[in-house]
C-alpha cells in the first residue's frame, strides 16, 4: 500500500465512520515500532505505522486510523481529543477504535552474562553488567563476592 492510497482510505474510513471530511495528509512512518499510530495537533496530520500494516494487516490498521481519526475531529472541534478525556473515550467506543494497537516486536531478553557468588553463604546474583566487587556485599550476609562469567562454571 502507498502513501496516496493510505489517503484515500483515511478519507474514506472518515466520511463513513464521523460523516466529516478528512483534509490534511495521511502517510506511513517506517520508523514507528512502539505506537500504531500518531496524530500531530500542529499540522493535522496522521502517521500510521508501516510494521503495524505488514504484520497486521488492513483489519487492524482500521481501528487504529479510527483512533487517530478520533483525535483529529475532536481536536479540530474543540472538544476533548486526549485519551484521559470522556469524549475521547465515547467516540473511540462508537466507532470501534482500537483503544492500544498490537505489539509488532517482542522485546528481546538480554540473557545475563555475570554471576556473583558469595562466598560465605552462596548466594546467586546474576547481572547484565559488569559489577566491581570490591564496592559491593552480599545483601543477604554481608560476605564477599566473586564475579563469574555466566558461560564459565
Avoid at 464521523?18 to 495528509?25: A, G, I, K, N
Avoid at 487504529?64 to 484521559?84: P, S
Avoid at 558469595?118 to 566473586?146: A, E, F, I, P
Wanted: aromatic share 12%; hydrophobic share 30%; with cysteine.
Amino acid at each position: 500500500m502507498t502513501d496516496q492510497e493510505l489517503q484515500t482510505w483515511v478519507e474514506q474510513i472518515s466520511l463513513a465512520s464521523f460523516q466529516l471530511p478528512f483534509r490534511h495528509r495521511a502517510s506511513f512512518n517506517r520508523r514507528l515500532r512502539a505506537t500504531g499510530g500518531r496524530y500531530f495537533t500542529g499540522s493535522h496530520n496522521i502517521e500510521i505505522s508501516w510494521l503495524q500494516w505488514e504484520k497486521h494487516g488492513a483489519e487492524e490498521v482500521e481501528k487504529i486510523i479510527k483512533h487517530e481519526l478520533c483525535h483529529y475531529h475532536l481536536h479540530l472541534a474543540k472538544r476533548g481529543y486526549r485519551h484521559r478525556d470522556a469524549d475521547f473515550k465515547y467516540w473511540l467506543a462508537r466507532v470501534g477504535g482500537s483503544r492500544y494497537c498490537k505489539a509488532v516486536a517482542e522485546k528481546q531478553k538480554e540473557p545475563y552474562r555475570y554471576r556473583l557468588l558469595c562466598r560465605s553463604c552462596g548466594m546467586q546474583y546474576m547481572r547484565k553488567r559488569k559489577v566491581d566487587v570490591s564496592r559491593y556485599v552480599c545483601g543477604k550476609c554481608r560476605g564477599k563476592l566473586n564475579l563469574q562469567n555466566v558461560d564459565s562454571p
